[in-house]
């Protein structure tokens, strides 16, 4: 049933339901300029149309030819003319009997093939059984020649006899959308490629040649397909809220050293993307007061956010010389292609995090078996050089191979240092930097404390040697240098303060840390060394961030402490 009749004297608009009639700011806002009947049929609207008239009626696409040729005071080649759109009247025959000027102005075989979609349609009504329905009407997509498109619809004229006689044909042209959807969808397909990797030859490269794999894909997609020439992908490094460049093309060396956080003002465009999260376009750089000079001679720019599930990991930022370069439609696609450039850039992040786990673990694996051969070599060597003291050519080649032990022990560690993309995801946990790479001696007559010890510093990097009893550790403070030495108080043969005591006298910078019970320190080691510079205590049983907190106190400059 029709609603609101319309009172006299004001305009009167016809909605045919749809989904413009489900809209109640549209239906509001024309209920301010006259009087609104809402149909739900299109049975309805012929009949009002016809009994009753109307100013203005609003309806779904595939209704305008149908209500357009009812309303009696007007020809349906006229409306049709004014439409905007191709239209055209074709007979069963196969004659274009009539076409707008819309439709005329495109090449003779595009409207040829128009008017043959149309006499296929003809000939499709009139294999359906008779029907008394006033709109018949069929619709169709067509491709011509792999350049054009057009939805067609057409509704059909049915003579006095029930046959069709002609069709009467809208032809909208889809051709802009069809090769919008085609260009998303290649870029789409190019976005895919750069994640597309092949991960065993992946895992052999370092971040530099990932990198450059990716700044391949990403410049023939920018070029081939999206015509940009200059851009540049900075990563927003979480730690510092610094944008870091990882990737330019044609851009100078200046605009790739920009020094850029992660703020709304004050750090240019790229700055205000990376805080906000919204793209920009700017289509005069000269005006634009946050525009930051990139591109030698830029005139405008365009810069979307590089997302990771709702999270800003970075810009991808584009500049050209000509103003106005970019439209919304540019700024879509650089979106669709940013997406992928922020999956590309994590895949690679968990390419390295894995590698490093994995080479971490590896390395946990070699360390653990060859550390006790390594330390039963150095107690060996140090032994060596003990009773050789008065040899000072064996002394030195014993000394080597301390050293050779060192170097073996600073490459198992180095191959756990992570090689990622800055900022991308949560940073792989860090070696302490206090500790890493420090000398440590550790002696405790008890296997399990020493090891133990030994385990927690190497996996914070440090380099440790190992001692049984007081005058092994005593022989390899004499031996090799050390950063940091943790010792027993109680031991046998010499005790924690004669370790102590020969660490000063060897290198009185080095600190010293003491190991003990509670309660235990029968000779008042710990009162005598505190008063000659002992660095901390450790009271067993401890845990390992308590251990950690007494080595990073030892290590600290002293104008630190």
């Known amino acids: 049933m029709a609603s609101e009749a319309s009172p006299p004297n004001r305009l009167r608009y016809l909605l045919l339901a749809g989904p413009h009639a489900d809209r109640p700011e549209l239906v509001e806002a024309l209920r301010k300029l006259a009087a609104v009947r809402i149909v739900e049929s299109a049975d309805e609207a012929l009949e009002i149309i016809r009994s009753q008239g109307c100013d203005l009626v609003i309806c779904p696409a595939t209704q305008i030819v149908p ?17 905007g759109q191709g239209a055209c009247v074709v007979g069963c025959d196969g004659q274009l009997i009539w076409a707008n000027e819309r439709l005329r102005s495109y090449p003779p075989a595009i409207v040829d093939a128009i008017r043959e979609a149309c006499v296929g349609l003809c000939r499709a009504f009139a294999d359906e059984s008779p029907s008394s329905d006033p709109v018949r009407i069929k619709s169709r997509t067509i491709d011509i020649d792999a350049d054009y498109r057009f939805d067609l619809t057409v509704s059909a004229r049915v003579g006095v006899d029930g046959r069709i006689e002609q069709v ?5 042209d889809m051709t802009e959308t069809k090769r919008l959807q085609e260009k998303i969808n290649a870029i789409d397909a190019a976005g895919r490629e750069l994640v597309s990797w092949d991960t065993e030859a992946l895992t052999q490269m370092d971040v530099s040649d990932r990198l450059e794999t990716l700044e391949r894909g990403i410049v023939t997609c920018c070029r081939d397909l999206l015509h940009f020439d200059n851009f540049v992908v900075r990563i927003l490094d979480k730690q510092t809220n610094r944008l870091e460049t990882i990737l330019a ?15 709304p003002e004050g750090n240019g465009i790229s700055g205000y993307v990376a805080a906000t999260g919204r793209a920009y376009l700017c289509r005069d750089t000269t005006r634009d007061p946050r525009y930051v000079p990139g591109l030698e001679d830029a005139r405008s720019c365009l810069t979307v956010p590089l997302m990771l599930q709702d999270e800003v990991i970075g810009v991808f930022n584009v500049e050209s010389q000509k103003p106005a370069a970019f439209n919304e439609q540019d700024l879509q696609f650089a979106e669709i292609l940013a997406r992928h450039i922020a999956l590309a850039l994590h895949t690679l992040e968990l390419l390295a995090v894995e590698r490093h786990a994995t080479t971490d673990q590896l390395a946990a694996d070699v360390d653990a078996e060859i550390a006790r051969p390594l330390n039963d070599i150095v107690a ?19 000394r080597a191979l301390l050293d050779d032990v060192d170097t073996i022990k600073r490459a198992i560690h180095s191959v756990t240092e992570p090689q990622g993309v800055t900022g991308l995801i949560r940073e792989p946990e860090q070696r302490d930097q206090l500790i890493s790479g420090k000398r440590i001696l550790i002696a405790d007559d008890e296997e399990i404390i020493r090891d133990t010890i030994a385990d927690v510093l190497a996996k914070s990097g440090g380099i440790t040697v190992v001692a049984g009893d007081g005058d092994e550790a005593i022989a390899m403070l004499r031996a090799q240098p050390f950063d940091l030495v943790l010792s027993d108080i109680k031991m046998p043969n010499r005790n924690g303060y004669d370790v102590f005591a020969a660490a000063r006298e060897v290198n009185p910078e080095c600190p010293v840390v003491l190991i003990t019970g509670f309660g235990y320190d029968p000779n008042h080691t710990i009162v005598r060394a505190s008063k000659e510079g ?8 401890f845990k390992v961030e308590q251990l950690l907190e007494e080595v990073r106190n030892a290590l600290k400059p002293r104008e630190e402490l």
């Open 67 to 83: 209500l357009a040729r009812s309303a009696g005071h007007m020809r349906t080649e006229n409306f049709l003319e004014e439409i």
């Open 249 to 263: 093309t044609g851009l100078s060396e200046e605009a790739r050293a920009l020094t850029l956080y992660a703020e």
């Open 380 to 398: 060996r060597v140090t032994r060596l050089m003990e009773e050789h003291e008065q040899d000072a050519g064996l002394r030195e080649r014993l």
């Open 534 to 541: 002992l660095a901390g205590v450790l009271f067993k049983p």
């Open 168 to 172: 009467v044909a809208l032809a909208w």
